[in-house]
């Protein structure tokens, strides 16, 4: 709780992941992607509740096992598809029936699999401080990005004249880390999505996302070279 605000952390685990089977139990640094969510979690004091939304045995066996309640996902939320924002209202409903109301939904995808907890914290503070309905978290870049059109031609959103990369100011692209939304917004827009984002900067390890097994192999390196 911070400020009499009550915020519940929410793991979103499936257990059907299609381009990395079974991903949120596969492990980085010899820790699974789903433990490492938790254990993150479980680190800051703020936050109220955690749970893990899973439909998968396995995963919900280890999520039990780390002292994790765990909301059954039914199979129609289970899907590739299925909006996040399904998820997060199926959870709220659940613990509204048990009689317990939150301020914030703290949303921590297991593919982020060096999000800390500290980090987590900051932006509680953030969006409680500052009286936002959503944050979420972003990573510099001074890539040359741009649109291709239908015929292949490239169009930069910079100046094509910014060639030097330590001339140019940073873009801020949506990092993945974590979001967090008020429950009010979330429950009248039935979206994470805000007009008005708050934005917390995370440094590029924070940032890095679990997609692909290129993904996997990369994070174990950096767990491996940096004992994280």
Known sequence: MIDGQRFIAVIPARGGSKRVRKKNLRQVGGV?????????????????????????????????????????????????????EDVLEHV?????IAGKEFDFVVILEPTAPFRTAETIARCMKQIVLKQ??????????????GNC?????FRPIR??????????????????TMYIVSVPHLRARHSVYSENWLSEVVPDVEAIDIDTELDLIFANSIAQEGKL
């Open 32 to 84: 699974s992607l789903l433990e490492r969510a938790i254990d993150g979690a479980q680190k800051v004091s703020e936050l109220d509740n955690i749970v893990v939304s899973t439909e998968d045995t396995e995963i919900r066996n280890e999520a039990i096992a780390a002292g994790i309640k765990v909301v059954d996902r039914p199979d129609e939320l289970a899907d590739d598809d299925v909006p996040t």
């Open 92 to 96: 709220l409903d659940e613990f509204s």
């Open 132 to 145: 936002g309905d959503s944050l979420l978290t972003v990573k510099k870049s001074y890539e040359n990005i």
């Open 149 to 153: 059109d239908c015929h292949g031609w």
């Open 159 to 176: 100046s094509p004249s910014l060639r030097i990369k330590k001339n140019r100011e940073p873009f801020y692209i949506e990092s993945g």
